[in-house]
């Protein structure tokens, strides 16, 4: 299974970007997809998470600026990013929660780094 995470870059204040993460290999059923990030100096954290059923989580900080949909029929999970801030600086990961011939199991992608600065 590999996950191919794309859409990273550098953004200007309050600009916005989209991450894209498509989920392929032996793949029966994709239970959760998800964002993670990371920034320097701290651990890493949920961003937002969406179920198969289009049921979705997020992170207070970034609740009314991101939005994470999904296209089941591609295996790909999306975050549309707007009014990105400094402090949204990270490596983004994706994240997938999925069953296969190994049972179900977390795999994670290479991460994209955002960069948010003028």
């Known amino acids: 299974v590999q996950l191919q995470a794309s859409g990273g870059g550098l953004v200007q204040p309050g600009g916005s970007l989209r991450l894209s993460c498509a989920a392929s290999g032996s793949i029966f059923s994709i239970n959760v997809m998800g964002w993670y990030r990371q920034a320097p100096g701290k651990q890493r954290e949920l961003v937002a998470a969406?179920?198969?059923?289009?049921?979705?989580n997020s992170a207070d900080s970034v609740k009314g600026r991101f939005t994470i949909s999904r296209d089941n029929a591609k295996n790909t999970v999306y975050l549309q990013m707007n009014s990105l801030k400094p402090e949204d600086t990270a490596v983004y990961y994706c994240?997938?929660?999925?069953?296969?011939?190994?049972?179900?199991?977390?795999?994670w992608g290479q991460g994209t780094l955002v960069t948010v600065s003028s």
């Open positions: 994240n997938a929660v999925l069953r296969n011939w190994s049972g179900t199991r977390s795999y």
């Open positions: 969406i179920t198969s059923g289009g049921s979705t």
